[in-house]
């Protein structure tokens, strides 16, 4: 919920109830990260005013210190910490410090190392899902335009 709060312009929205309801099916690990990108797509879907679109990752850490973006449930069970991240997409300036992140979750344990190298690589990560993101809607909105301008002649 957090993580979205500052997401949506509720104050174009006065006296509005934004309620985001996650049902998940099946877990082949990184649950909570589908959930936020799940939220993200639902919220960009709706049309409400966004002042930004939230993407999430999941990360685990090996026993060796290799990271692994996007764990499945079999590679859950190798790792001995486990991070969730989501960040917003605020374009930066280039040289500006990073944009925090608006959610972290973590299990087990990682070394210094480890955390920063995951919170760099969740960043960049998070970057390509917003790319993703932007493609897609880009994509849907000129295929949607097609079809009204085509609807009405």
Known sequence: RECFKDAVITKLLPRTAITIVIQVVQDDGAALSCAVNAASAALIDSGLPLSTVVNSVTLGALEDGTILLDCKQDEHEQVVGQMTLAFPSVKQDEGSAPVGAALCSTTGMFTVEQC??????????????????????????????????????
């Open 116 to 153: 920063i190298e995951c919170m760099d690589l969740g960043r960049q990560a998070c970057r390509s899902l917003f790319s993703f993101f932007r493609m897609t809607v880009e994509h849907y909105q000129a295929t949607s335009n097609k079809f009204v301008t085509t609807a009405k002649r």
